[in-house]
């Protein structure tokens, strides 16, 4: 099974099917008011109508039921020999994929999506003294939302660290939500590596779990209510996020919105900003994190659990060009000669580097849903 996908378009044209000079064809008020026309009467209409188009056009053609929908992407998985070349072919065209064969079992992720649905069981005064705000830490509310007495509101969401850290000691239990949290950072780690295989980088990026700081984004939506993120846009390098049942999400592409229906256990993988500026514009991105199609179903309750992979705050943004050959670094961990290599390389930095805390601040206060956050950048 494949995870299909759509994008939504805009409005074709039709073209003038009469040309400049050719009479339009004849109007109901020219007609003889008859309630019925027979067969014959409507074939004879049909052939003066097609005889008096201009030689050189033709009726358009019937758009294709599938007009709107785009090939699936493909289905990777670690077994496959051509699996680097597969993840850059993906990465580039699309952004997005889904994996297979991977080694989280699906009880695992049930276990954790269990109790990822008892943090929303909290009152409001638990979730604030639990997981205090510690940006992007923490739990966060919609200021909008209304507050239901028992602590069950809409557009909440809980930014973990890899350890689930609490503040307060509960009777709360989030074993398996941790075991869950790093397995899926590592499987994180080990896709950046080998894309960063597939793209030629000098050093193994994936290999330094220091580099990197991961994140578990858990948000709580209802079947039949408006597709709404809960909680900020987040600038990060991969985002895992593991398709326990069938559920439709939407990504949100440079081009536009699209929809995904990735394979029941398998983990959809996105490619983030963060990424597309390391690959200086090679590889396509995702604005943000998955978001579900909640649909006019039933009123059960939907828990969705994102694995950021990203970068620490004190971290700089920059493209990671090869380094031109002779060329060393001077062994400065700011000296960008390491990444990027000197100003002749003969590949041009489409973009400038960046504060990554200046720009995570700025992505997730602000709205971006219409222009590219990285345009600022881009040289």
């Known amino acids: ?71 699936p992407p493909p289905t990777l998985s670690f077994s496959d020999p051509n699996f680097n070349h597969l993840l850059l072919s993906s990465g580039s065209e699309l952004g997005f994929l889904q994996l297979t064969n991977h080694d989280i079992p699906s009880q695992l992720a049930n276990s ?18 639990c997981f205090p705000k510690n940006w992007p830490l923490g739990f966060d509310a919609d200021d909008d939302d209304e507050e239901e007495e028992d602590g069950d509101g ?23 939500l941790r075991e869950f949290t790093r397995a899926l950072e590592k499987l994180g780690l080990k896709i950046i590596d080998k894309l960063a295989d597939a793209m030629g980088f000098d050093n ?21 209510d408006h597709d709404k993120p809960s909680g900020g846009f987040y600038p990060y390098v991969i985002g895992l996020q593991y398709q326990i049942r069938c559920q439709k999400y939407s990504l949100l592409k440079d081009s536009g919105s699209v929809s995904v229906s990735p394979q029941v256990d398998s983990i959809m993988v ?19 994190r998955p978001m579900a199609c909640l649909g006019d179903g039933n009123k059960s309750r939907f828990v969705s659990m ?4 990203t970068l620490p705050c004190n971290s700089r943004v920059t493209p990671l060009l090869p380094k031109v050959v ?10 960008e000669s390491q990444v990027c290599g000197s100003k002749e390389e003969q590949e041009k930095r489409l973009f400038n580097s960046f504060s990554f805390e200046d720009y995570a601040w700025r992505v997730y206060n602000e709205s971006y849903l219409f222009n590219d956050p990285l345009d600022r950048y881009r040289i």
């Open 1 to 71: 099974m494949s995870m299909a996908f759509s994008t939504h378009k805009q409005h074709q044209h039709l073209p003038n099917l009469y040309g400049a000079t050719a009479a339009p064809p004849p109007t109901p008020s020219a007609q003889p008011n008859h309630h019925t026309v027979t067969s014959s009467a409507a074939a004879d209409a049909l052939s003066n109508l097609l005889h008096r188009l201009p030689p050189t056009l033709s009726l358009p053609k019937r758009r294709s039921s599938t007009s709107a929908t785009s090939p």
């Open 112 to 129: 954790a999506e269990t109790e990822s649905l008892s943090l929303f069981e909290l009152t409001r005064d638990q979730k604030e003294s």
């Open 154 to 176: 809409k557009g909440e969401s809980f930014c973990l660290d890899t350890e689930c850290s609490t503040e307060t000691t509960t009777d709360l239990s989030l074993t398996s």
């Open 204 to 224: 193994s990026i994936g290999e330094d779990p220091t580099r990197f700081r991961s994140l578990m984004w858990i948000s709580e939506g209802l079947h039949g």
């Open 270 to 288: 996105t490619l983030g900003d963060i990424a597309q500026v390391w690959s200086n514009g090679k590889l396509s991105k995702v604005r943000g």
């Open 306 to 309: 994102s694995l950021l992979v």
């Open 326 to 335: 002779g060329e060393e670094g001077t062994g400065d961990e700011d000296d």
